[in-house]
């Protein structure tokens, strides 16, 4: 049949069509809804600024898996009575 025009990977949905289902739906919602606004919106989900990122560094750093690790730097004796 063809690839699809957009994307230029997944097959056309027909051969009297030039784009795949995916394509097909963007292409819907950027007629259906202003261009730059749908852009803005995808920008804003898909794309992460360095302060983002930062963030999420920050928020994964205090994990309690973080926590964990640091536990298994701590050498562990088979003399060690367990404490009461």
């Known amino acids: 049949m063809g690839v699809c ?3 230029e990977e997944v097959e056309r949905e027909s051969y009297w069509k030039s784009y ?3 394509c097909a739906m963007l ?3 950027l007629v259906l809804h202003n261009p730059s606004k749908c852009v803005e919106i995808l920008k804003r989900v898909l794309i992460r ?3 983002q990122i930062t963030n999420k560094i ?3 750093l205090k994990t309690p898996l973080a926590d964990d690790v640091a536990d298994y730097d701590k050498p562990l004796l088979r003399s060690a009575k367990p404490t009461k």
């Open 58 to 60: 920050k928020i994964e």
């Open 20 to 22: 795949c289902e995916d």
């Open 5 to 7: 025009s957009f994307c």
């Open 49 to 51: 600024n360095e302060q």
């Open 27 to 29: 292409r819907r919602m």
